[in-house]
């Protein structure tokens, strides 16, 4: 290494120096500093550098710019504990208005003003009819429609429905602006609107996609008017598109029993078959909300041959019977005693449709009411339609049952019965399979069968295994890891319903 002469020796000299002199300046400034003093202290010099927590405790309510004792100080005062009534709200209390409605809809906050329009309503006030009037107009743009029609879909006053009616049925309006009016009908369901829908469905050249927004804005309304109307867009319509789309309106239409019952009566005395058949595929979707009328109805085309002699072809009688089968086991309760019946007496044919039409049932009242059937037919066909027939019930009450199909002698009886735990779901059914699965490892559809049970239950009880059998090196659980892990992702994330992978 080269000496340091010279200049240099005296540049480092200087810059030493001046660094010494600079600490003794800030140790200097430091000392001549007035120390930070804790309030109503009687230390009075020490300094506070963070909160003792030995102060008294405090107002919590008191702001800083209250005017009040309190200052920015006033955040050391508090020890940390709750006391008796400090936990009661303070500040102004908002109250939602027309005005404050205005406010967020004019900002376009729309989770807001849904929030707003629901707490006006619910405290006795209407929604303004300017407000109306604005969610109306923004049905125009195509960016604030869908916002719109959320919003006034929960708008319930009658001057709403009106008006959402009469845009409806303006001619000057897009037509994707009318059916976006008639969208907000089929949420809020305002009886004002029915004479306008009523009439603007009565044109026979409307628009198609007119109706198809037209039909669930009547479900919507309900009752027997609204049902006698989409009854006539059902028989005057020959489109099979618009005649199941009337078919679903008619099935979530409130208060239309009557209505429907009447119908099948109309279609028997004009023996027009086509109508009772869709009345029938009508009181399948209202399945247990059937009203009483009609559920007289499709129990006599059950029980009562006369009631079906109208249809001269006996395939069609058969097939409008097996209609009201499956109608009778969707709607459950009472009627599905007749379908019982047919099953256990199979002297027409009809026993293994009624057994196949008992996958409709659900509830602890079905899955009761069909478990019994094991007992009177042995026939491992048989077996394996009832265990798919419980599953389907999603009920408690199938458990034990399908838990004693888990060991039949027959193959696909096993499977079905694994397969409808994995749709019941009851966590009592886990140690049952578990203790089966190592039996398993040489079926592999029993085996999928289980894991999927198991991960569609989602008891912890299952992670051991499912993981000890992930790691595993031997072939048959090889096979298997997607849906293992599957069923792992299902028990760990508590979604029995995710596709995705642990």
Request: proline share 5%; aromatic share 2%.
């Amino acid at each position: 290494m080269k000496p340091v002469h010279g200049s240099t020796r005296l540049l480092l000299v200087v810059v030493f120096t001046a660094a010494a002199l600079l600490l003794t300046g800030s140790v200097l400034v430091l000392l001549r500093s007035d120390p930070v003093s804790e309030p109503d202290s009687d230390a009075g010099g020490d300094v506070r550098l963070f909160p003792k927590g030995d102060a008294p405790r405090g107002d919590r309510r008191r702001s800083r710019g209250d005017g009040g004792e309190g200052g920015d100080d006033d955040i050391y005062d508090w020890d940390g504990r709750v006391q008796e009534g400090s936990r009661e709200p303070s500040g102004p209390l908002f109250v939602v208005t027309a005005d404050s409605l205005r406010d967020v809809l004019a900002d376009r906050h729309w989770e807001e003003i849904r929030r707003q329009i629901d707490v006006l309503q619910r405290n006795g006030e209407e929604v303004p009819e300017d407000v109306t009037a604005a969610l109306i107009a923004l049905l125009e743009g195509t960016d604030t429609r869908i916002d719109a029609v959320l919003a006034l879909g929960g708008v319930t006053s009658d001057a709403a429905g009106t008006a959402l009616a009469e845009h409806a049925t303006n001619l000057s309006q897009p037509l994707d602006v009318r059916a976006a009016a008639l969208d907000a009908l089929a949420r809020n369901g305002s009886q004002a609107a029915l004479t306008l829908v009523q009439g603007l469905v009565a044109d026979p050249n409307l628009d198609p996609s007119l109706l198809r927004h037209a039909a669930p804005a009547l479900a919507a309304i309900g009752g027997q008017e609204a049902a006698r109307t989409l009854v006539g867009l059902l028989q005057r319509n020959q489109d099979r598109r618009i005649e199941g789309m009337i078919v679903q309106a008619l099935g979530a239409a409130r208060g239309a029993g009557d209505v429907l019952a009447q119908t099948i009566r109309q279609a028997r005395d004009t023996s027009d078959e086509q109508l009772a058949s869709l009345v029938v595929r009508v009181a399948r979707l209202h399945g247990p909300q059937a009203d009483t009328a009609l559920r007289l109805e499709i129990r006599r085309m059950i029980e009562d041959p006369t009631a079906i002699e109208f249809v001269e072809d006996e395939n069609a009688r058969l097939k409008l019977r097996g209609s009201a089968l499956t109608a009778a086991a969707a709607i459950g309760g009472e009627l599905l005693d007749p379908v019982i019946r047919i099953v256990q007496n199979d002297s027409e044919g009809l026993g293994n449709v009624a057994l196949h039409c008992l996958r409709k049932a659900r509830g602890d009242e079905a899955a009761k009411k069909v478990a019994p059937l094991l007992q009177s037919n042995s026939d491992p066909r048989f077996q394996r339609e009832v265990a798919v027939v419980l599953g389907a019930t999603r009920s408690f009450a199938a458990t034990d049952p399908l838990v004693a199909l888990l060991d039949a002698d027959d193959q696909n009886t096993r499977h079905a019965a694994a397969h409808g735990l994995s749709l019941v779901r009851d966590p009592a059914a886990v140690r049952p399979l578990l203790d089966r699965l190592d039996g398993a490892r040489d079926d592999h559809q029993m085996a999928m069968n289980i894991i999927d049970a198991l991960g569609t239950i989602g008891v912890n009880d299952a992670l051991p295994k499912l993981r000890e059998l992930r790691d595993s090196d031997e072939p048959e659980w090889e096979q298997l890891r997607p849906w293992i892990r599957r069923a792992l992702a299902r028990i760990e994330s508590g979604n029995p319903d995710t596709t995705r992978m642990e």
